[in-house]
T-cell receptor, first 114, second 115 residues
């Protein structure tokens, strides 16, 4: 069965610190990869996505993620976080062979201290 | 530019009652997905529907749960004879076309509490 692992459930950073959130998945076939963010009291919003091509993808608000096929990873990065980045971040994987459904990681709660 | 609309935002039911959760997809979207989030867990896929058709229900519990997306009106997720373990946040998402590369747009969710 497909699974998605997010290594850190809670992360606390100071403003201007660099961020890297890990995401690994278990499926060996062709995948589409997503990072979603949920700000307090809001719905999930798409941060960025990877389907094919350049494995380094850039998203909104200065986020980027790198797909490393050999490591089954899609880690999220931001060079300098802001207090407004406080939110929960979800990695999600769609295995093309299994249709349209997304398999989500458990989420990482990021708190940025001002 | 209304996004995905879910109602109610909060729903309280007693054990044994029925819960009905509604989802109106974004304008122009004909594909609807339901996910469930239990405390401290990620979202788990339940069902994928197109208008009048269930495409993938591999994540739906075999009993008490059903979903529909009629030709007219919102998609409905129905839970009959609710139990405490049904307490969760239920999220609906929609996309304009089929294909796993189509980003899914999410609603605010319905928080279901079972007394």
């Amino acid at each position: 069965a497909q699974s998605v692992s997010q290594h850190n459930h809670h992360v606390i950073l100071s403003e201007a610190a660099s961020l890297e959130l890990g995401c690994n998945y278990s499926y060996g076939g062709t995948v589409n990869l997503f990072w979603y963010v949920q700000y307090p009291g809001q719905h999930l919003q798409l941060l960025l996505k990877y389907f094919s091509g350049d494995p380094l993808v850039k998203g909104i608000k200065g986020f980027e993620a790198e797909f490393i096929k050999s490591k089954f990873s899609f880690n999220l990065r931001k060079p300098s976080v802001q207090w407004s980045d406080t939110a929960e971040y979800f990695c999600a994987v769609n295995a093309r062979e299994y249709g349209n459904k997304l398999v989500f990681g458990a989420g990482t709660i990021l708190r940025v201290k001002s | 530019n209304a996004g995905v609309m879910q109602n109610p935002r909060h729903l309280v039911r007693r054990r044994g009652q029925e819960a009905r959760l509604r989802c109106s997809p974004m304008k122009g979207h004909s594909h609807v997905y339901w996910y469930r989030q239990l405390p401290e867990e990620g979202l788990k896929f339940m069902v994928y529907l197109q208008k009048e058709n269930i495409i993938d229900e591999s994540g739906m519990p075999k009993e008490r749960f059903s979903a529909e997306f009629p030709k007219e009106g919102p998609s409905i997720l129905r839970i009959q004879q609710v139990v405490r373990g049904d307490s969760a946040a239920y999220f609906c998402a929609s996309s304009p076309q089929t294909g796993g590369d189509q980003p899914q747009h999410f609603g605010d969710g319905t928080r279901l509490s079972i007394l």
